[in-house]
């Protein structure tokens, strides 16, 4: 199927690992011209190389704290130098399993910086851009904790509902025109993050990392249908979808890819 995606250009913010950088990579599998994003120069580079292994699309990178105005300008002036944006995924994010009562302030705003105020910044530059144009997609990487909060990140999952409700708000914003605007809810994926985070927990408690993941979906998310973690491709081609001109009627949607772990209609 012709998404097309074909010479858009698309930029993927927090895309050197884990969801982000199988987005950047989908993209690019469809022909997109796609822009990678972390903190670290060489880390994006490193990415940028590996991708452009892959096939024939224009793979590009920049290095750039989104939580740092200076650097959010430097981006938005190499990206306008390149003619702009089509597709804009907020995906940059941060996570940690740590009990509210010791989660501080600073941490707080730390999370709301991070995860939420980055998809404002470049969303408040890039939308209007897209309404002008009349065309253009801005996507955002919520999370199923957004709706169903885990009680061992309240703090990660309160920035997720934000986002959502971020996505329907500037949704609103696109009425009558072509641009759409949609948040995805992924719910558990196999990530570099996650794995890490499951071999810590095999060790502590002294068991094989099999059985700690089978377990896990046993104590912590026995609503799932699929009973496994997601592959961090099933949610990058549901992000490749929503960007595409197939997805041109879906707008200011929250789209699941949480295996069914959210019990509601």
Not at 78 to 99: C, H, Q, S, T
């Amino acid at each position: 199927m012709d998404l097309g995606l074909n010479g858009k250009r698309v930029l993927v913010t927090g895309s050197t690992m884990g969801i982000g950088k199988a987005i950047a990579k989908s993209f690019a599998a469809e022909g997109a011209d796609v822009i990678v994003n972390g903190r670290d120069e060489a880390t994006v580079q490193r990415t940028v190389e590996e991708l452009s292994a892959h096939g024939p699309s224009q793979i590009m990178g920049i290095a750039a704290d989104l939580t740092s105005d200076q650097d959010v300008k430097k981006l938005v002036r190499r990206i306008d130098d390149m003619g702009g944006l089509d597709v804009l995924v907020n995906n940059v994010g941060i996570f940690e399993a740590k009990p509210f009562e010791q989660v501080t302030d600073e941490e707080w705003l730390r999370y709301f910086n991070v995860n939420v105020m980055s998809a404002v910044r470049l969303s408040r530059i890039y939308l209007p851009k897209m309404l002008e144009r009349n065309k253009g997609r801005v996507i955002l990487i919520a999370s199923e904790a957004g709706l169903k909060p885990l009680p061992l990140m309240i703090h990660y999952s309160v920035t997720k509902t934000a986002l959502i409700g971020l996505a329907r708000g500037l949704a609103e914003l696109t009425k009558g025109t072509g641009v759409t605007v949609n948040s995805v809810l992924p719910g558990p994926t196999w990530t570099e993050g996650v794995e890490q985070f499951m071999i810590g927990a095999a060790q502590s408690e002294g068991m094989e990392l099999e059985s700690v993941i089978a377990d896990y979906f046993k104590k912590n998310e026995p609503t799932s249908l699929i009973q496994r973690f997601a592959a961090v491709e099933e949610v990058a081609d549901t992000v490749v979808y929503l960007a595409s001109e197939k997805a041109s009627a879906i707008n200011g949607s929250s789209q699941r890819v949480e295996g069914g772990i959210i019990r509601a209609l």
